[in-house]
């Protein structure tokens, strides 16, 4: 066998054309797909909107023409906009509860946890880590036979205390939140720079008023943005709905699930427009007040 | 004003022993540099005085009273990170007055030191700012201005310059040294930077791996250090191994038996004949010349020149010396002998000291 | 200048520092209670809970009967049409896929979103994430629309345009599904990713072209190597959420793709076959996790070089 001969280093004319030629059509290509991904990405939630302004039943292309009789139907629709509300105020009870216990526990977490520090953690991050509808599954089963364990001990529970209540869907909710607000606050509070504690404690302020007047104020951006992220994920939640949803209640995303599955009128279009205004309502304000990297997931 | 005293002050993190048996008594006034290599316990030491570090054994007593055990803010103390810790979401003028409201200082006598600590540090018009929009230097006046507005009884700065570049950190030592002096606290100085400890201390305290080697004032740390490690961490030093030839107190004067012939020192204590000693000599206090030296006073070793470097206000040799000696010296630039030259190496016996192992 | 009733209170404020110290017990320790409460009650129980169900033995009248059988397992694992563990398989060469897919798609987005200067920057990263942030019945909804076989946009458009004579499948068949899949699932793969990217130094990309790489080879030997741990994180969470979704399927795909987590609900919910349903959901979880762990094995050997 014999080598070739070393091709010189400098390559002529005619291959360095070729060369730039097929860098720049790599480079075209590589652009395109990542424009074709935005396009992908994106797409659904026009089409959603566009459907719910259209006149037609179906949407077409061209479209038929501008309406609002969607949002008409939606809004004299006892089923939605019970739910609608329904689901606002589920949202609201989550993001309240799971910032709350996700403020304390990143603080222990993050400060006085010592050795326990990861493994707590990652015990708090569980219901992320799980599959949402295995913990459905499981909160399902559970709420059924805890009733029945709490009668067989005499403690008189009202039947449906955890399934068909709200009770039971609030604490599915705020298991699946807290990680989210968890994580946001506990990123926050490994930034912070502990010398500002030693500094105002220095300088004569107490633990507490410590923590009131510099560790909170600073750490904020992290509480809202967790906060925020918790209410538009409660607001979304499907899987621990659905299968813990009472009777007779169901939230935005369980009865649009009902509806589109039967029905093709676009008056889900205008529900599902209602719910992208919500979240992106709620994005411009985390936006506005603290900036959208401070979400983290 | 405030005396502290620190008494066998220990502390131990699991196994590591960050400070062990520190004692010192700082007088009123007084400025004191912990000065030493990282990782020797200089920062330990300061979070214990401040109240952020538990004593695993000792006493800080500031007046007489023990305050271990106290929370740092019933200390009343000043201090300066590093970092500033300037609070980022407050103005400057909320930062200075954090400490004044702790202190339920009313408002307008508030507003009044406020702006008497601002035109200490010559930063009046900055009141309004926050403290990302000050540079550097601003800010480290800033942090300084916040832990004096208090008027603590202890003013304590960990590496407050360290963070500046050099010019300015010359500046800054220069203008933290006279504000002191002008306000008269207490001080204790955090540092790793031996210049900065020269130029800025009335003491200085050398530690390493948690002990405290030596404490004295400047030109005592560098003319008579007692350990290797001193005179090693501070300046160049030349050290030349010995055995002791006969040392007299009275005298004041040691004679060393050494590879490169007899050496004299001047020692102030009795040695024992035949103990094993390293004299130092500082290369500033060596002079070079082509000929041995006629006085029999003083000391002279040969050599010849290895390298030659000019750094402006000196020239530097490195002399190659018997037994492997290398003697680093420092002399006139404008007196120049070349790399091969034979030379002698001569210093005064008053220039030297000894170091027992 | 000292306050001595500041310093006076020495004595007293001795016992009651509250500085924590592996000793005394500390107050501190009551801020995580709640919380682990919450998770032990109504998470560690439930799924331990889970574990005895799907041990129960089946009634017809009830959700269970007493007793305990190992036969939930065995019914579905021994079952002689190998219905279920087709399913099973469906579902992991499902997974497989659409992980596959996230990856060739996002990686050119993550890498474009850590180099761009642009004054979008932000609002590119919005468009990643906004899919996340949207709830996934109104993202289904979106390609229904659009997919639908009868009157979906793309049939009828391209029906009016006289491209197609009759309207073509693209829904309630995996196509439909794996658009839905792929789509909902992107951003945790480009996160991730870009996570990754973002903390490789450019200078290194540099270097590789200094020394004659294309671009392209540069892509290849220099960014996707360094950017495995991103490629790793994110390849693991788009298979764990695809193998386990449910929305998607049953409203891209119908009952005409089945799925493992279709087919569990249905279980328990229509069927109201509590012990196999739960018996169903572990063998998928095990296999989800055997996958894992053999994904991690092959794939941590090349990260440990640059971790
Ligand atoms: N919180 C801590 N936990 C465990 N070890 C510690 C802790 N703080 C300091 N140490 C150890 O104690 C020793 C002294 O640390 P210290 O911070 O006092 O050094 P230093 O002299 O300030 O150094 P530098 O000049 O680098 O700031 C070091 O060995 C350090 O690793
Ligand atoms: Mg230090």
């Known amino acids: ?297 | 004003m405030t005396e502290l005293a620190i008494r066998g002050l220990s502390k131990r993190f699991g196994d590591v022993a960050a400070v062990d048996g520190f004692e010192l008594e700082i007088g009123d006034h007084e400025l004191i540099s912990l000065l030493g290599p990282s990782g020797c316990g200089k920062t330990t030491t300061l979070r214990c005085i401040a109240g952020f570090e538990e004593p695993t054994a000792g006493h800080i007593l500031f007046d007489d009273r023990d305050v271990v055990g106290l929370p740092p803010e019933n200390r009343n103390i000043g201090m300066v990170f590093q970092n500033y810790a300037l609070f980022p979401h407050m103005t400057v003028r909320q930062n200075l007055a954090f400490g004044l409201e702790m202190r339920s200082v009313p408002k307008s006598e508030m507003a009044e030191r406020i702006a008497r600590v601002l035109e200490t540090v010559q930063l009046g018009d900055l009141g309004e700012r926050y403290p990302r929009q000050l540079s550097g230097g601003q800010q480290q006046r800033i942090a300084l201005a916040r832990a004096m507005v208090v008027e603590p009884s202890i003013l304590l700065l960990d590496e407050p310059l360290a963070n500046l570049d050099a010019k300015l950190r010359e500046e800054m030592r220069f203008f933290v040294r006279s504000l002191q002096k002008r306000i008269g606290i207490t001080t204790v100085y955090v540092t790793h930077d031996q210049a900065e400890a020269m130029v800025i201390s009335d003491r200085i305290v050398v530690m390493f791996d948690g002990h405290i080697h030596q404490v004295g004032a400047p030109d005592e740390i560098y003319s008579r250090p007692v350990s290797r490690e001193v005179a090693n961490f501070i300046g160049l030093t030349n050290f030349v191994e010995g055995r002791v030839q006969g040392a007299d107190a009275a005298a004041g004067e040691c004679r060393l038996e050494t590879a490169v012939g007899t050496l004299r020192c001047a020692y102030p204590e009795t040695l024992d004949v035949g103990r094993e000693v390293a004299l130092i000599v500082r290369p500033e206090a060596i002079s070079l010349s082509a000929a041995a030296p006629a006085e029999s006073g003083t000391n002279a070793i040969p050599g010849r020149v290895g390298e030659r470097y000019f750094l402006g206000n000196i020239t530097g040799y490195r002399i190659s010396c018997a037994d492997d000696l290398l003697l680093q010296v420092q002399d006139d630039p404008w007196a120049s002998f070349d790399v091969g030259d034979e030379v002698w190496c001569t210093f005064d016996a008053a220039h030297a000291w000894i170091i027992p192992d | 200048m000292t306050d001595p009733a500041r310093v006076q209170s020495t004595g007293t404020a001795r016992t009651a520092s509250a500085r924590p110290s592996r000793r005394r017990w500390n107050p501190t320790h009551f801020l995580v209670f709640p919380t682990v409460g919450l998770l032990v009650a109504f998470l560690v129980f439930p799924y331990l809970n889970m574990v005895v169900m799907s041990f129960r033995n089946p009634s017809t009248s009830q959700v269970f009967a007493p007793g305990f059988t190992v036969g939930n397992y065995l019914d579905a694992i021994l079952d002689t049409d190998l219905y279920y563990l087709e399913i099973l398989w469906d579902t992991m060469v499902l997974g497989a896929a659409t992980t596959a897919i996230c990856l060739a798609l996002g990686f050119p987005v993550a890498y474009h979103l850590a180099r761009t200067s642009s004054r979008f920057k932000s609002v590119l990263y919005a468009f990643v994430l906004s899919p996340l942030l949207v709830g996934v019945v109104v993202r289904c909804y979106g390609w229904i629309i659009i997919l639908g076989n009868n009157d979906g946009l793309i049939n009828t458009t391209l029906m009016d345009l006289g491209l197609i004579d009759s309207p073509m499948t693209l829904m309630y068949n995996t196509f439909g599904v794996s658009v839905g899949l792929v789509h909902i699932f992107l951003p945790f793969m480009i996160l991730p990713l870009l996570g990754a990217i973002q903390s490789i130094d450019p200078a290194l990309e540099e270097a590789a072209q200094s020394l004659g790489a294309s671009r392209l080879r540069t892509m290849l030997r220099v960014v996707f190597p360094l950017s495995l741990p991103g490629v790793q994180a994110g390849t693991v969470l788009v298979f764990v959420l695809t193998i386990s979704s449910y929305v998607i399927p049953i409203l891209l795909g119908g009952f005409s793709v089945m799925i493992m987590p279709t087919l569990v609900v249905q279980q328990l919910m229509d069927a109201m076959l509590w012990p196999f349903g739960a018996a169903l959901a572990f063998i998928l979880s095990i296999a989800g996790a055997l996958v894992v762990y053999v994904y991690f094995r092959l794939t941590s050997r090349a990260i440990r070089g640059i971790a």
Not at chain 1, 50 to 59: K, M, T
Not at chain 1, 88 to 109: C, D, K, N, Q
Not at chain 1, 209 to 221: E, G, S
């Open chain 1, 1 to 297: 066998m014999t080598t070739a001969p070393d091709p010189s280093p400098i390559p002529n004319e005619s291959a360095a054309a070729r060369g730039r030629l097929q860098r720049k059509a790599g480079h075209v290509l590589y652009l395109a797909v990542v424009v074709l991904v935005y396009v992908y990405l994106l797409t659904p939630l026009v089409i959603v909107v566009l459907a719910s302004v259209n006149a037609g039943e179906f949407l077409t292309f061209p479209p038929q023409g501008f309406s609002l009789r969607w949002y008409v139907a939606f809004f004299e629709s006892e089923a939605f906009m019970g739910s609608l509300f329904f689901s606002l105020r589920v949202a609201f009870f989550a993001t309240i509860i799971s910032t709350a216990l996700g403020v304390t526990v990143a603080l222990y977490v993050v400060r006085f946890a010592g050795r326990w520090r990861e493994r707590l953690r990652l015990f708090i991050l569980l219901p992320l880590l799980l599959p949402e509808i295995l913990t459905a599954i499981a909160l399902l089963f559970f709420y059924y036979n805890a009733e029945a364990l709490l009668r067989t001990l005499g403690i008189e529970v009202a039947s449906g205390v955890f399934r068909n209540s709200v009770l039971g869907l609030l604490i599915g909710h705020v298991l699946i939140t807290l990680p989210f607000v968890f994580l946001g606050i506990s990123a926050s509070l490994y930034n912070f720079d502990h010398s500002l504690e030693e500094a105002a404690r220095s300088l004569g302020a107490s633990r507490l008023t410590t923590f009131r007047r510099v560790t909170l104020p600073i750490i904020k951006p992290g509480i809202i943005a967790g906060a925020l992220l918790a209410f538009i994920i409660s607001f979304d939640l499907f899987n621990i709905s659905l299968l813990l949803k009472g009777i007779g209640v169901a939230t935005l995303p369980i009865q649009l699930f009902d509806y589109v599955r039967w029905e093709y009128d676009p008056t889900a279009a205008a529900v599902a427009t209602v719910s992208i205004v919500i979240t992106v309502i709620a994005i411009l304000v985390t936006e506005k007040l603290v900036g959208l990297r401070s979400l983290r997931f």
